[in-house]
């Protein structure tokens, strides 16, 4: 019965249960998987003390219908877009430290996060899946040959990225104008009148704010929001050190 | 060749098997609660993800709608940190075409598409980390997959490589064996029957010797049935104990 109701109201279910502060189902994460390559590359002339990193947010058929085979799409590019912001302005690297010989060469850190299943909210688990894997980057020694002005790579010894600060995404949907619901899903999404990304660092700063259109939100609302978005870094930097402690012994 | 040993005196290989040795298969079904069907499958180093959506309408061009049958759509794509060096172009090159283009030819023979005509069935394949057969690892998940999105098959479509060093015919490759430039047969098997779906060569392989290798490529896709058979029967088991029967 209610699977009827659902399919022929979706709002007004919604609805109903958003006036209980509860939601349908458990909260789903679209799943993603990241892994960071490392390569040599020139740095840019505008800036010889720094290294690349290079996002890519690949949205394919697999993980939902909604997406098409082919070159990327709309929201892989925003998605890719989002990620080069958050990694720029939050500095989590400092692109120095990927510099090897100042003009002459330099780390590119290509990121590639796959989408495996989609069930709404990208924004979130990419910044998740991308501080998980800048955390388990190893970069290989790199000393120039005087000589021969060639790069010598030592793979034995390793040493980790200095990772600066721990940005956290918080997403909501916008319902009705007034309803804000934290990590939406798909149905969510696709129901919501607008959408709005906080991206917090650890000192409460702020580091990205995206909101793509969608119905308006007053200033005290958007207050609401990034002090709800302090209260969730908190939790999901308490989780990912859990993660972190388990992954340590390598 | 010098250097690397593919196959020593006392018949071990580089990883430690015997010729006709399969590596360790660990599988799951219903992976993903968003596509239809889906299964994980990994063989030894070698990862793969199948995912189904279907039967549902055609997308695109209803002209392409066939009227007796239903479209097996299939797309091949690996991941760009699945090998080595970092792959540029993760879908759309030749070898994902190709590839991609087997995987519908070998699934067309073993789905029964009679009962689902004018319609499509999508099936998609991510390699996430490529050590040799992403091919037979592709299969075997798909066919996971479909089993998993319901959709009713001849048969299990099962498939290995295989190969032939020193006169001896190895079973399921490694990405050092395939590197090292011998013979390689993938063999894509339908078990009960015994019918081969795909089969696929190119290398120089003398006549004589392709007996040998036929029937290594068949006896390992025969063990790669036992295993998926129990995956299915457990995941089968789990299902209704959810469902509370």
């Not at chain 1, 019965?1 to 789903?28: H, I, Q, S, W």
């Not at chain 1, 007053?218 to 990912?240: I, N, P, Y």
């Not at chain 2, 298969?25 to 219903?30: L, P």
């Not at chain 2, 190709?98 to 991510?126: C, K, N």
């Amino acid at each position: 019965m209610a699977a009827g109701f659902k399919t022929v109201e979706p709002l007004e279910y919604y609805r109903r249960f958003l006036k209980e502060n509860c939601r349908p189902d458990g909260r789903e994460l679209g799943e993603f998987r990241t892994t960071t390559v490392n390569e040599f590359g020139a740095p840019p002339t505008d800036a010889p003390d720094k290294g690349y990193v290079v996002p890519n947010v690949d949205l394919s058929p697999l993980c939902s219908s909604r997406f098409r085979s082919g070159p990327p799409g709309e929201e892989a590019q925003v998605a890719s877009q989002f990620i080069a912001d958050v990694i720029e302005n939050s500095q989590i690297i400092q692109k120095e430290d990927l510099c090897i010989s100042s003009g002459k060469l330099a780390w590119v850190l290509y990121c590639d996060l796959i989408c495996l299943n989609h069930d709404g909210n990208i924004l979130d688990a990419c910044t998740f899946a991308l501080l998980a894997a800048l955390k388990n980057v190893q970069l290989p020694e790199v000393t120039i040959n005087e000589e021969t002005a060639l790069a010598e790579v030592n793979l034995k010894k390793k040493s980790c990225l200095n990772i600066r600060t721990h940005p956290v995404a918080t997403s909501f949907a916008v319902f009705d104008d007034t309803l804000l619901i934290v990590d939406p899903t798909e149905e969510e999404e696709h129901l919501a009148t607008g959408t709005l990304t906080v991206v917090m660092d650890e000192e409460g700063r702020l580091c990205c704010l995206h909101k793509p259109g969608g119905s308006g939100l007053t200033g005290a609302k958007l207050q609401d929001c990034m002090s709800r978005a302090v209260t969730r870094h908190k939790e999901v930097k308490k989780l990912m050190d859990e993660v972190f402690k388990s992954m340590k012994p390598k | 060749m010098a250097g690397l040993e593919l196959l020593s005196d006392q018949g071990y290989r580089v990883d430690g098997r015997r010729a006709g040795e399969l590596r360790k298969i660990q599988a799951r079904m219903g992976v993903f609660a968003q596509a239809d069907g889906s299964a994980y499958i990994e063989q030894g180093n070698t990862k793969a993800l199948a995912v189904v959506y279907g039967p549902h309408e055609i997308r695109g061009s209803r002209a392409r709608a066939l009227p007796d049958r239903a479209l097996v759509n299939c797309q091949y794509s690996s991941a760009t940190f699945s090998t080595g060096e970092r792959k540029r172009r993760p879908h759309g090159d030749r070898k994902s075409c190709e590839m991609g283009l087997q995987l519908r030819q070998t699934f067309e023979a073993a789905i029964l598409t009679q009962l689902h005509p004018r319609s499509q069935i999508d099936i998609y394949v991510q390699v996430l980390q490529a050590d040799g057969g992403t091919y037979a690892a592709c299969v075997n998940a798909a066919t996971l997959a479909v089993l998993d999105a319901g959709i009713p098959m001849r048969d299990f479509v099962c498939a290995c490589s295989a190969g032939f060093v020193d006169g001896t015919a190895l079973a399921d490759l490694s990405h050092v064996e395939e590197a090292a430039g011998g013979p390689q047969l993938a063999l894509a098997l339908l078990p009960a029957s015994g019918q081969i779906a795909l089969l696929e060569m190119d290398a120089r392989l003398h006549e004589d010797h392709l007996e040998q290798v036929l029937e290594a490529a068949a006896r390992a896709s025969r063990d790669v049935h036992t295993v998926l058979d129990r995956v299915v029967r457990q995941h089968v088991q789990e299902a209704s104990v959810l469902l509370g029967d």
